[in-house]
């Protein structure tokens, strides 16, 4: 779901000002050197944050900043779509440093448009804390909700479109990328838990997208691995 449908659907204000910044987001991922952090990984979250509100019942629209939450959903990823790491070495730190890599091109993004410093603090916590890993709990509202939103979207069958079309079908010699992406399934998503997640609805949505989740990728990396072993 593009922003201004989600805008439109649930019928929320944001300021002309907050949806020329997420514009901007979206133009820079569109150009993402990784396939599965580009505009659609935006979307996707945007199409999990609609559900979220319609179906869910533990926070209410009026409760929510949209101008902070969707600076956020659409700024949180654009220092990593600007990077492509191609073994473990680089990906670790790449893992860890994406929260403060983003947040500091969006502070620099809003100093240019002058946006209200309330605001640009809030958006700079919620991305800087969505990264799976954080030792403090979350403290407001909106990076609760990124991090529920971004978690769910990881579990997504859609996202392993693009790795199938790339490495599957088209059988591209470059196999590092993949190693690291079954890395990656392996040792974290693999022991991602309801409990690293803020609301219900979340929670149960997270199960039932793990089960079919895993049930499709098992072909996938059997596949992945017979490839790696070429």
Known sequence: MELGEFII??????????????ETAIDIIRRSRL?????????????NLDRFLNEGNQVKKNEIDFDVLLLAICWHDVWKSKK??????????FYFFEGIGSMRIFKRAARTVGLEEKTTKAVAYAIRKHPGFQILPLKTLEAKI????DGLEEWS?????PLKEDYLFLGVMDLRPLRLIKF????FMVNDRPSAFSFNWSRAEFKVRKKLFLGETRQVVAEFTKLLKK
């Open 184 to 187: 990656y399934f392996e040792h």
């Open 157 to 161: 069958l859609a996202r392993l479109k």
């Open 9 to 22: 659907r649930n019928k929320i204000n944001v300021s002309d000002q907050a949806i020329r910044l997420c």
């Open 84 to 93: 492509f790491p191609l073994n473990i070495q680089e990906w670790l730190p």
């Open 35 to 47: 396939p599965l952090y580009d505009e659609q990984h935006v979307f996707g979250i945007l199409d």
């Open 146 to 149: 990124l991090r529920d939103m």
